[in-house]
């Protein structure tokens, strides 16, 4: 049974930095891409960040490039979002996201609450 298991968000002041995390299980962790994914109240959710199976493809959206780094560890079955120099727009909720590339089949977190506000 496949689970993703969102931490580490919480609230912060503008410029502040949060790191989050999402545990993986029932699944070989190794082969599968990862993704981040964010909704804002009222809008669509939105493609944060990637990372190939290997861990050396990464792509981020236009918004987060040169503030989010997103990197994983196969070992211990986890991926994360460094998140620096955060604005107030960087407030959703984010999920963590995998495709299995034999069913095509999506996966989703709970998700985790960022919110940066003064």
């Known amino acids: 049974q496949v689970q993703l298991v969102e931490s580490g968000g919480g609230q912060v002041q503008p410029g502040g930095s949060l790191r989050l995390s999402c545990a993986a299980s029932?699944?070989?962790?190794?082969?599968?891409?990862m993704s981040w994914y964010r909704q804002a109240p009222g809008k669509e959710r939105e493609l944060v960040a990637a990372?190939?199976?290997?861990?050396?493809?990464?792509n981020y959206a236009d918004s987060v490039k040169g503030r989010f780094t997103i990197s994983r560890d196969n070992a211990k079955n986890t991926v994360h979002l460094q998140m620096n120099s955060l604005k107030p727009e960087d407030t959703a909720v984010y999920y963590c996201?995998?495709?299995?590339?034999?069913?095509?089949?999506?996966?989703w977190g709970q998700g985790t609450q960022v919110t940066v506000s003064a």
């Open positions: 990372i190939g199976s290997g861990g050396t493809s990464t």
């Open positions: 029932g699944f070989t962790f190794s082969v599968y891409a």
């Open positions: 996201k995998t495709v299995s590339p034999l069913t095509l089949r999506t996966y």
